[in-house]
């Protein structure tokens, strides 16, 4: 919950095989923290789960795999099962993807995940377009990412406690 006068504290986590999904993330940081967030960004590898407590939004990103989340990324939301003080979190999905509807989607994974551990979905899951597996990705999609971080920073900085929303 927010305190007056005090930064509110994300953490953005992702997996990310040839670098784009950390690109978003890093993206999606940077506008977080235009909007007064306090941000730390991990990738999955580097975190131990039960520091996402401390965080008052955790936005998790993964590619899109064989459909669906990364299966390190399917391994880590695994982990987050049975933290109870997960519950009430807010909570933020993205992915990186091909375009098209037949693509699948990480995000949709990693958002149900959220969902189900009790989190409160801040924005609805974003998908950021890839050209192919390696990159680059398509145009205006950082910019795109660093924008949402911004309109969901301010929208949480407005809002100082859930109550009011
Ligand atoms: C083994 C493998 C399977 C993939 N399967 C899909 C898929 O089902 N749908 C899709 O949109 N992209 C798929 N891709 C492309 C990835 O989404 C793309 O590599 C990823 O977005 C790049 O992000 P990264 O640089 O963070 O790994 C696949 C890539 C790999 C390597």
Redesign the pocket.
């Known amino acids: 919950m927010n305190e007056p006068g005090k930064a509110q504290r994300a953490i953005v986590v992702f997996d990310?095989?040839?670098?784009?999904?950390?690109q978003i993330a890093k993206s999606f940081a940077g506008g977080l923290q235009r909007a007064g967030f306090n941000v730390d960004v991990f990738n999955m590898r580097d975190v131990t789960v039960g520091t996402l407590v401390d965080y008052d939004l955790i936005a998790i990103g993964a590619?899109?795999?064989?459909?669906t989340a990364s299966k390190p990324m399917k391994d880590f939301l695994a982990k987050l099962e049975g933290i109870e003080a997960l519950k009430g979190k807010r909570g933020f999905a993205f992915d990186?993807?091909?375009a098209g509807r037949l693509?699948?989607s990480a995000s949709k994974y990693i958002e149900g995940r959220l969902s189900k551990l009790g989190m409160e979905i801040v924005r609805p899951r974003q998908s950021a377009i890839?050209k192919k597996?390696?990159?680059p990705l398509e145009q205006g999609e950082p910019e795109t990412f660093d924008r949402i971080g911004f309109e969901i920073g301010t929208s949480l900085t407005k809002t100082s406690t859930k109550g009011l929303r």
Do not use: L, R, W
């Open positions: 990310s095989k040839f670098g784009n999904t950390g590619p899109t795999q064989a459909f990186t993807k091909f693509s699948g890839v597996s390696e990159g």
